[in-house]
């Protein structure tokens, strides 16, 4: 029973030994793990050792920065009317309806025109201003 005993002893330190490497690798590994996550967030770390990236970051931070700080506020654009034209359709629409009614016009005083035309007397008929004719 004692060769089982010191068996065990022998087999229980060397798995004590093993461990003790292990965690001494690990508190190794967490360490360094640390140490660079102290340097991603020290300014001067980063200044010493990637001084363009700090400089572009730099000008991107103070453009958005006075954007944010001297921005106007936006004025919105009045509402239209729904009689508002749009546009090129609009003025088209605009321009034929124009013509129409200035030809419906025209052809309204030429008929009283020639309706009156008959009469004997020339005060009988309606002034046509120029352009009308």
Not at 18 to 45: G, N, T
Not at 52 to 57: E, I, K, S, T
Request: with cysteine.
């Amino acid at each position: 029973m004692d060769n089982s005993q010191s068996e065990i002893r022998r087999q229980i330190e060397t798995t004590r030994s093993d461990m003790a490497e292990k965690i001494s690798a690990l508190q190794e590994r967490i360490d360094c793990a640390v140490d660079e996550m102290k340097h991603l967030v020290d300014p001067k770390y980063q200044v010493e050792h990637r001084p363009w990236l700090m400089v572009g970051l730099s000008l991107v931070g103070g453009y958005l920065t006075s954007r944010w700080l001297f921005a106007r506020p936006r004025v919105a654009p009045p509402p239209r009317s729904p009689r508002q034209n749009s546009g090129l359709v609009g003025g088209l629409v605009s321009a034929v309806a124009v013509g129409w009614v200035r030809d419906f016009a025209t052809n309204l005083l030429r008929r009283r025109r020639s309706q009156t035309g008959g009469n004997a007397g020339k005060s009988a008929q309606p002034t046509v201003p120029r352009g009308f004719h």
